[in-house]
């Protein structure tokens, strides 16, 4: 049979044809009507952009049981809507059910939409067909389990523009378990999959979905640009292994909003490179902002900068961040042999409930990728600006530690009230090799941060103009189901 998503003329006639002789089944059998609503379903989404053909995993012999293998089918369903990236592009509808998968890869000028009670299942199997290996990342020089390759993300894109995951809330579950017990017992060869990686890319959407479980990061854009993340919702055990929320690496223009995570590591952490690699890479991550994320992490932290960060960060902007028994707020973690900067970091509007310090700051964090790098490559830390925050239930306000003849400079810090917890430390906030200014902070900060009075209490900054991806607008896109 000819694929109807096609589309010519002829497909147009008998797709008449049948809607008639539905129509007419329909006023004879009013049973019949609820089938007919479901096969003759459409919706609608918002996204960057809209594809001028549609298609559903099922047309390419998908099966939603749980049980069968669709690596095949989504490996086709791409590789046959490739045709159609400069034709208007092409939609891939998950339609209810339990989609079994290896890693496939994703096309430009394409979308995959989940329906809410979709599930991709990540195969269980680590045959390396359903799991291919990949290199290692050029900034990070080797894999983060094992010094080799890696095992490509479940989702994964490269050198790619204007691709969109979406869906009605539909879910990727990554199954993580059997990851997580390799890892610890260290029986891993490669390093563990992410969910979904898109990397050397532009105008990438991933919205409203939820990420279950994954093996090792959720989300990680790399060397790309143009990223709206929204809506998403991830969770993984916060005693699970590495399962950091969504990690913008050596991306520019980033766009993170309304997303609630709940893992076992960093709900954002954003990153650009380790050491000697990352240096040698030289790309950083720049103009990123996050809003309304609510996040739990017990032993992390809502928002990371670091630990790699060798080829810079620079303006990050985060704001109304909410987070609920979490180790720290907004941490800078770097190291001797990092090189690299972090400037020019932004935050306002914290709303934090039993946390272990509000604010940390870390210039020892160590952990490199080999013995070669660079002792002499200081990282350079500089204008990191947090105000209007309000915590309770805290154990120690502040942990600021620079580097010995690499002081971290510009740290601001205003208008902030922090409730301290029945058992809090003695000493609120240590210090060392810091420099900056306070202004309306309780408790009392070190005397490394001075108080400049009262009348500068919302001297640290925040920038009022809009980064370019808050200009970007989405279009109200339509999925007509088939009559297959
Ligand atoms: C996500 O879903 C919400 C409704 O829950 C909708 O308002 C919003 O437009 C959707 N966003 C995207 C990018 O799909
Ligand atoms: C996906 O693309 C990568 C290159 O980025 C390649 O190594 C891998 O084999 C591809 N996977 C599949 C299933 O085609
Ligand atoms: C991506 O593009 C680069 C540069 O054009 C090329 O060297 C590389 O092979 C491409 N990779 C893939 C997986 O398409
Ligand atoms: C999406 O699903 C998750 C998991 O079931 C749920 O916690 C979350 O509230 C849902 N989000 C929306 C916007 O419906
Ligand atoms: C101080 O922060 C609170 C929220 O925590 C906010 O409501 C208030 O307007 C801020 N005050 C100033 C002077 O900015
Ligand atoms: C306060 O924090 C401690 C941990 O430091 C926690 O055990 C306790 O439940 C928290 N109390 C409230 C009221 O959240």
């Excluded at 991709?120 to 990070?140: F, G, H, M, T």
């Excluded at 301290?420 to 009392?444: E, F, H, L, N, R």
Aim: charged share 20%.
């Amino acid at each position: 049979m000819e694929l109807l998503w096609i589309s010519p003329k002829r497909t147009q006639v008998i797709k008449m044809v049948l809607l008639l002789v539905m129509v007419a089944l329909l006023s004879l059998r009013g049973a019949e009507s609820r089938k007919f609503a479901e096969i003759s379903d459409s919706f609608e989404y918002s996204a960057i952009s809209c594809r001028a053909h549609s298609a559903s995993i099922t047309d390419f012999g998908g099966v939603g049981d749980g049980q069968t293998s669709n690596t095949k089918a989504f490996r086709d369903a791409i590789i046959q809507l490739s045709r159609y990236s400069s034709d208007g592009g092409s939609q891939l509808y998950v339609p209810a059910g339990k989609w079994l998968t290896g890693s496939f890869n994703l096309t430009s000028h394409f979308t995959l939409y989940l329906h809410k009670d979709a599930v991709l299942l990540a195969s269980q199997s680590q045959d390396l067909n359903e799991w291919p290996v990949i290199k290692p990342l050029p900034s990070y020089g080797r894999g983060r389990d094992a010094a080799g390759g890696r095992y490509t993300s479940l989702i994964s894109g490269t050198n790619l523009t204007d691709v969109i995951i979406t869906g009605n809330n539909g879910t990727i579950d990554g199954q993580g378990a059997l990851w997580w017990q390799k890892f610890h017992k260290g029986k891993l060869k490669f390093t563990r999959p992410y969910l979904i990686e898109i990397m050397f890319s532009s105008d990438i959407q991933i919205s409203n979905l939820t990420l279950l479980n994954s093996p090792s990061w959720n989300v990680h854009p790399v060397y790309s640009s143009n990223i709206l993340v929204q809506g998403i919702t991830i969770i993984a055990p916060v005693t699970s292994p590495n399962t950091d929320g969504i990690n913008p690496d050596s991306c520019t223009n980033t766009r993170i909003e309304d997303c609630y995570i709940v893992s076992g590591d960093d709900c954002v952490a954003v990153k650009s490179g380790w050491d000697e690699y990352g240096i040698a890479f030289g790309m950083p991550t720049k103009q990123l902002v996050i809003r309304r994320l609510t996040c739990i992490s017990p032993y992390s932290a809502a928002i990371a900068l670091g630990s790699e960060m060798s080829g810079g960060i620079q303006d990050v902007r985060a704001e109304d961040i909410t987070a609920i028994h979490t180790e720290s707020a907004v941490r800078v973690k770097t190291a001797v042999g990092r090189g690299g900067y972090v400037k020019d970091i932004y935050v306002k509007r914290m709303t934090l409930h039993t946390m272990k310090w509000v604010f940390w700051i870390t210039g020892n964090y160590g952990s490199h990728p080999d013995n070669h790098y660079d002792p002499n490559a200081l990282p350079v830390i500089q204008g990191i600006n947090y105000r209007d925050i309000v915590a309770e239930n805290v154990s120690m306000a502040a942990r600021l530690e620079g580097i010995s003849n690499d002081p971290f400079t510009g740290i601001c810090i205003s208008n902030v009230t922090i409730g301290m917890a029945a058992k809090a430390k003695k000493v609120p906030w240590t210090c060392a090799d810091i420099q900056g200014m306070t202004s309306g902070v309780t408790p009392p900060p070190c005397d490394m941060l001075p108080d400049q009075g009262p009348e500068k209490i919302s001297a640290c900054d925040f920038p009022t103009e809009r980064l370019p991806i808050d200009m970007v607008e989405l279009q109200k896109c339509s999925y007509r189901m088939n009559y297959m």
